[in-house]
Antibody
């Protein structure tokens, strides 16, 4: 059974750095073709892709947020970590992690439940 | 950067066929994936690689992709199909791209 779960702070202050952890089970991020991505969704708005890390440690970032994002993986712990610097109230959103299985243009087959992050002083 | 365009809303009568489009430059050359999202829930994959249904997705859901438009078709629409639908592609310059989403209303 494949599961993903996001964890991290629910409230961060403006200018702070957000660190989110995606803990997964049922697959290995060392398996060829596997990728784990982060997607966010501001309240009432559309999905926005943030970052993706692949089994071979290739990393891709949203061009508009690239300067603020870092994605890493810990294969032994079955975790993927996303950091986002210089948080702003517009970054308030539900943050999802999701599994893509099938190479670089794979779909996100499994999603976590999401975690709501509020940016406010 | 690559962009995907979806209608903000689509309405369909109960039992009829709904079509949700996703426009992009030469999108027919890309693999298109579709997600369904109901209020308060995470997105669920309903179509992958243009026209393939994951296990557990009803045959009423189908997809096509050609030229500059991909289409998600929902046949015999049910009240439970009311949701937001998002298309997604992978682009060599932008990596992952989502459309802006379409709210499906079943009348």
């Amino acid at each position: 059974q494949i599961t993903l779960k996001e964890s991290g702070p629910t409230l961060v202050k403006p200018t702070q750095t957000l660190t989110l952890t995606c803990t997964f089970s049922g697959f290995s991020l060392s398996t060829s073709g596997v990728g784990v991505g982060w997607i966010r969704q501001p309240p009432g708005k559309a999905l926005e892709w943030l970052a993706l890390i692949y089994w071979d440690d290739d990393k891709r970032y949203s061009p508009s947020l690239k300067s603020r994002l870092t994605i890493t993986k810990d294969t032994s712990k079955n975790q993927v970590v996303l950091t986002m610097t210089n948080m702003d109230p517009v970054d308030t959103a539900t943050y999802y992690c999701a599994l893509g299985w099938g190479g670089y243009d794979a779909s996100f087959d499994y999603w976590g439940q999401g975690t709501l992050v509020t940016v406010s002083s | 950067s690559y962009e995907l365009t979806q209608p903000l809303s689509v309405s369909v009568a109960l039992g009829q066929t709904a079509r949700i489009t996703c426009g992009g430059n030469n999108i027919g050359s890309k693999n298109v994936h579709w997600y369904q999202q109901k209020p308060g829930q995470a997105p669920v994959l309903v179509i992958y690689r243009d026209s393939n249904r994951p296990s557990g997705i009803p045959e009423r859901f189908s997809g096509s992709n050609s030229g500059n438009t991909a289409t998600l078709t929902i046949s015999r629409a049910q009240a439970g199909d009311e949701a937001d639908y998002y298309c997604q592609v992978w682009d060599s310059s932008t990596a992952v791209v989502f459309g802006g989403g379409t709210k499906l209303t079943v009348l």
